[in-house]
């Protein structure tokens, strides 16, 4: 594969691919990136502690893939997301407070408690759901797709997978229909090289997940999953395609989750080892933005850097403290909203 | 039977006895699923066998679960006896089709050519807030299906029992095991022992009504039973333990004695286990009963997520004891 690391990219080269983008958006990006992140490590603690039931997934060390890919997006395109979904909520504008009150379980959770992390909904934001079902959304962002060229309303569809959900039959079944059919859908590869504790190395053959794009004659590319900009500038051209041609891409994104699988399984010492997870620390997409935006617009945009994690701080614990006060839904709530 | 010396282990450690044990007696068993391997399971339950069976007998899969189900039937069906662990029976859904279509017909349409002795672990129930994706029961989808052995254990004890006759079972079986079994300690023999499929237990003997209860729910009817007994009511506590094929003589002589049934299942409440049970019941005994019988069942909702709502779609034991007074009265 010819692709570089970000890390590797001069200025120039960057701009050359069209990746770079202005100030404001740039700022974007890293406000974007650091809410998600902040969010996680409360989220995470929060678990730890108790108060967060059930499980989740964290983002972290991805957060780049969300962001590069859902700021290429129209608020009107639709989106199907992972158990790994915080990520894709909070950069499809979901409500923080609302996204986090739904893993304390709380009546003012983007669905009323009943969900919780693998079960994010949002209507008002066209976003279909984070999901327990590996590789479950996909081919309801196909049928999302199908909808909109048959209304010919002009939106996409965008759906996030991860490596191991390209081992799915959902996927791969879903992946042929959507080039057949010509769908505007758009479907994002998270490729963190593993699936729970499963090298994608071990039970795949080959490793160019893009390649099954190709096979399916569908557009098909691989990009730094951890370069916000360079993931930006491949998805603007992928949506370009859906919404203006009706042309289905694949975009494989290649990155690391430098947490355990989910809140609570060790870091590494079981199935990674450190020095793995610590070379992608080093390749850590939001500390790594930081420093580019800072030797690219010079010290003063550091200042501005701060005071965006201090507002991302300030923001994750205003959710938190709204979240541990709402209420629960009375427990007889749970028999509603099953039949219309 | 069970003494009081007995070791006290984990459901998870009872279930990694039984697969050690059935892989040493066989070299024909091995096992299917993600992250069985090296790492154990994601529940642990292949902690322990990778020094001894490798990655020959540990199949870590990707995840597809509709192939590596449909290879275990296919393996079954060409003389292995193959495990094939879902890890959440809601990713058995994905494999729905090879388990009814395949699977369960197999013997059938081969006009018993081909048999496929295989077992299908998964794990269910509703369990600390794991969500609609990950808390159904479902077992009563597949007890509709004809040529499928269901098994639902309720103890430590019985998980190895009972799996390991699942192993050696020459038909397809079902092993549901609940989550709430797998970090609990309780009392299992040492040593080899078989618990045969299609046969109850009676967990606890009383006069006055039977409770049959499924897999955590014989746990809430065994504490429901203490409290109730203080209050001089003694009811007779069953854990069919399979519910295909069912011990229906066990049930029916219970009713026989106590005049009185109440089925516990935690499998929403249309067309699951305990319908089954009530229906064969009156059925076979029904000028024995001197009151209607009752069901508690689990919610026909889904399982939701927030604490208050997930406790409320289950029966509970302090409702299992207000059904039992009710009944008696
Ligand atoms: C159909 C199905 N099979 C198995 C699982 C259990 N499971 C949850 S997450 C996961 C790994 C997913 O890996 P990947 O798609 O690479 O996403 P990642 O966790 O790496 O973000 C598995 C096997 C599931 N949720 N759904
Ligand atoms: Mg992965």
Redesign the pocket.
């Given at each position: 594969m010819k692709r570089k690391k970000a890390q590797d990219k001069t200025r120039g080269e960057r701009a050359e691919a069209g990746c770079e983008v202005d100030e404001d958006r740039a700022l974007d990006f890293y406000r974007s990136m650091a809410r998600v992140r902040k969010f996680e490590e409360a989220a995470a603690q929060y678990v730890r502690e108790g108060s967060i039931p059930g499980f989740i997934?964290a983002y972290i060390g991805e957060e780049a893939v969300a962001v590069g890919v859902c700021g290429a997006l129209e608020p009107g395109d639709y989106v199907t997301s992972?158990?790994?979904g915080h990520g894709h909520a909070l950069s499809r504008g979901l409500s923080m407070k609302s996204v986090m009150a739904e893993l304390w379980g709380k009546r003012d959770g983007t669905n009323l408690g009943r969900g919780g992390s693998m079960h994010i909904f949002d209507a008002s934001r066209h976003f279909l759901g984070t999901n327990?079902?590996?590789?479950g959304g996909v081919p309801l962002a196909a049928g999302a797709a199908f909808a909109i060229r048959y209304k010919k309303t002009g939106q996409i569809a965008v759906s996030f997978?991860?490596?191991?959900?390209t081992n799915?039959g959902a996927f791969l079944e879903t992946l042929n229909i959507a080039a057949a059919f010509d769908l505007p859908l758009v479907i994002v590869v998270?490729n963190?090289l593993?699936?729970?504790s499963t090298p994608y190395a071990c039970v795949t053959k080959t490793q160019d997940i893009a390649l099954r794009g190709t096979a399916v004659g569908m557009a098909a590319e691989t990009v730094d999953g951890n370069d916000v900009e360079e993931v930006h500038a491949t998805a603007r051209k992928a949506v370009a395609r859906a919404r203006g041609g009706s042309r289905p891409s694949l975009l494989v994104c290649q990155t690391y989750?430098t947490v355990g699988?989910y809140e609570g399984e060790p870091v590494a010492g079981t199935y990674r080892t450190w020095e793995e997870v610590e070379a992608w620390k080093q390749k850590d997409p939001i500390i790594n933005y930081k420093k580019r935006l800072i030797e690219r617009y010079g010290a003063t945009i550091a200042e501005q850097l701060d005071r965006i994690d201090e507002e991302a701080g300030q923001e994750v614990a205003s959710a938190v403290e709204f979240s541990r006060n709402a209420p629960f839904c009375a427990p007889v709530e749970a028999t509603e909203h099953v039949y219309g | 039977m069970f003494t009081d010396n007995d070791r006290q282990i984990t459901g998870i450690q009872a279930i990694q006895e039984a697969l050690a044990e059935e892989m040493r007696r066989d070299p024909n068993v091995v096992v299917f699923g993600?992250g069985i391997g090296e790492r154990g399971g994601c529940f642990g339950q292949t902690k322990g066998l990778w020094n001894e069976c490798g990655p020959e007998r540990l199949i870590d899969t990707p995840?597809s679960?509709l192939a590596f189900t449909g290879m275990g039937i296919g393996a079954s069906m060409a003389g292995l006896r193959p495990v094939i662990d879902l890890?959440y029976i809601e990713?058995m859904m994905?494999a729905a089709g090879q388990v009814v279509h395949q699977a369960a017909k197999v013997r059938y349409m081969s006009g018993g050519q081909f048999h496929c002795p295989l077992v299908l672990v998964a794990a269910i129930g509703r369990y600390n807030n794991a969500g609609p994706h990950h808390s159904g029961c479902y077992y009563p989808m597949f007890m509709h299906v004809p040529g499928l052995i269901v098994v639902v254990p309720s103890s430590a004890r019985d998980l190895k029992g009972l799996l390991k006759s699942s192993i050696r079972s020459d038909d397809p079986v079902l092993f549901l095991e609940h989550k709430s079994l797998f970090s609990k300690k309780m009392a299992v023999p040492e040593g080899e022992f078989l618990t045969p499929l299609g046969q109850a237990n009676v967990c606890r003997v009383g006069t006055d009504a039977s409770i049959v209860a499924i897999g955590q729910m014989v746990e809430y009817s065994l504490a429901a039973a203490t409290s109730l007994a203080k209050n001089g009511i003694e009811v007779e506590v069953i854990d069919p333990r399979t519910l295909v094929p069912l011990d229906e003589e066990t049930v029916v002589r219970s009713v026989q004695k106590t005049r009185r049934l109440l089925v516990i299942d935690e499998a929403h409440e249309t067309c699951n286990a305990a319908a089954e049970i009530a229906t064969r019941v009156i059925e076979k005994a029904f000028d024995y009963l001197d009151a209607p019988i009752v069901r508690l069942s689990g919610a026909k909702v889904h399982v939701p997520y927030a604490p208050p709502m997930e406790q409320f779609v289950a029966p509970s034991p302090e409702r299992i004891e207000q059904t039992v007074k009710e009944l008696v009265a």
């Open positions: 997934h992972t158990h790994r327990g079902i590996v590789a997978v991860g490596d191991g959900g799915h998270e963190n593993y699936a729970t989750r699988h | 993600e995840i679960e890890m990713f994905d």
